[in-house]
């Protein structure tokens, strides 16, 4: 995501946080991106993070450049859920995705309304959402573009 949708994004987010009554718990993969812009944001509004690790090789799969944020936020993580999947793969995204839902009141998508670029993508999850009946809340500021 461009450097100017981030910020864009993160003031949505926190924006957002800031009209939510009672104790936030989030929950994401920590994948770059708005999964990371997410998380930082719930953690300094004084909520709590969950992980959800897809696969034992997910970190490796980041791009070096926010694995160090990926493992700052992971460490003030209130759990960690793992995934039992080897390979940092589409299957094993969607497999967490649904974990998450699983276990959420509601998605917060950040999400353009496109089709997903591959299995497992946010256009797959908000559909997953939905077929549950899981209130969707879709981010996606003006302004904002895909990268």
Do not use: N
């Not at 089709?115 to 993508?121: C, E, F, L, N, Q």
């Amino acid at each position: 995501m461009p450097s100017e949708t981030e910020q864009l994004v993160d003031q949505a987010i926190r924006g957002l946080l800031a009209s939510t009554e009672g104790e936030i718990t989030g929950l994401s993969c920590l994948a770059d991106g708005a999964d990371q812009v997410f998380a930082r944001a719930v953690l300094d509004h004084g909520g709590a993070v969950e992980v959800i690790v897809p696969a034992r090789q997910y970190r490796d799969g980041l791009p070096e450049a926010v694995r160090a944020e990926y493992d700052r936020i992971a460490s003030k993580a209130r759990d960690v859920h793992r995934l039992d999947f080897t390979k940092s793969e589409s299957r094993a995204y969607m497999a967490a995705s649904v974990y998450m839902l699983d276990r959420a009141d509601e998605l917060w998508a950040v999400w353009d309304g496109k089709p997903a670029r591959g299995y497992g993508g946010t256009a797959d999850v908000v559909a997953c959402a939905r077929e549950h009946r899981i209130p969707v809340r879709v981010i996606w500021p003006d302004g904002a573009q895909r990268g």
